[in-house]
C-alpha cells in the first residue's frame, strides 16, 4: 500500500484479494485512494442484486446519500426510480452505483454544495467500479452523466456525441444519458418536464436493448 507523500494513489491500493461484492464494499469503507474520504462522512458504495443484468452509474454520492450510506436515495434518486417504473425497469432488479464513492463538497452557508470530481478523483476510484461491473457482469451499464461515462469508458466523453447511443464492450453494452440531478437544476417547470421526458425516452432504449438481450 502507498503511504501519502509516495505518489498517485488510487483504490486499486485498498483492492481485496478474492474480490466478492459484500469484500469490496467493506474494503471500500477504508479507501484513501483520493482525498475525498477526508471530507465524506462515509463510502458510499453500490447495492442492488450480484446478477443484475442493468448497472447505473451516478457521478458520486449527494449529500443524502452521503449521510444514509447509500446511493440514490436523494431527490435524484426518485427521479430514477420514477422513470424506472415508467419504462417497466424492475428497480429491485437494478444495480445502482457511482463513479467516484465519496461525497465531494464545498459550503454553501449552512448547506454542502456539490463539487464535481476532478479527473485524477474519478480516476484514483475508478477499480472500485471496474470491480462492481467485472464480477456482476452486467448485459447494460448506464452511464448517468459526463462523469459516469468518463469513468466507466476510462477517458473524457462528449455527452452530447454519447448520449441515446450502445456502445459494445465484449458482452456489455455501454448507454449513456443525462444524470437525473440534471432535470431537477433547470429552472421552469416547463423546462424540467421536457428534459424528464428526454430521459424517459433514453431508458426506453434501455428497457428495449434488455428485452432483444434476452
Not at 138 to 143: F, G, I, T
Not at 180 to 199: D, G, M
Request: proline share 7%; charged share 30%; glycine share 8%.
Amino acid at each position: 500500500m502507498k503511504l501519502l507523500g509516495d505518489g498517485p494513489r488510487s483504490a486499486a491500493d485498498f483492492m481485496p484479494a478474492n474480490p466478492t461484492l459484500p469484500r469490496l464494499k467493506q474494503a471500500a469503507d477504508t479507501c484513501k485512494g483520493c482525498d475525498l474520504y477526508k471530507r465524506a462522512t462515509q463510502t458510499v458504495f453500490g447495492e442492488g442484486p450480484e446478477d443484475a443484468r442493468v448497472i447505473f452509474v451516478g457521478e458520486q454520492p449527494g449529500d443524502y446519500e452521503d449521510r444514509a450510506g447509500r446511493p440514490f436515495v436523494g431527490p435524484a434518486g426518485r427521479v430514477l426510480d420514477k422513470a424506472l417504473v415508467e419504462v417497466g425497469i424492475d428497480r429491485t432488479e437494478v444495480y445502482v452505483t457511482n463513479a467516484v464513492k465519496h461525497f465531494k463538497w464545498e459550503p454553501m452557508g449552512k448547506r454542502r454544495k456539490h463539487k464535481k470530481p476532478l479527473a485524477s478523483e474519478i480516476k484514483a476510484c475508478r477499480p472500485w467500479l471496474e470491480a462492481e461491473i467485472a464480477l456482476i457482469r452486467p448485459e447494460v451499464v448506464v452511464c448517468l452523466g459526463h462523469t459516469a461515462a468518463q469513468g466507466a469508458f476510462g477517458r473524457p466523453i462528449r455527452l452530447g456525441d454519447e448520449r441515446g447511443r450502445f456502445r459494445q464492450f465484449g458482452n456489455t453494452s455501454l448507454f449513456v444519458t443525462i444524470h437525473p440531478s440534471a432535470i431537477l437544476r433547470f429552472p421552469e417547470p416547463e423546462e424540467q418536464e421536457r428534459e424528464y421526458a428526454r430521459f424517459v425516452d433514453d431508458l426506453r432504449l434501455v428497457a428495449a436493448e434488455l428485452r432483444r438481450k434476452e
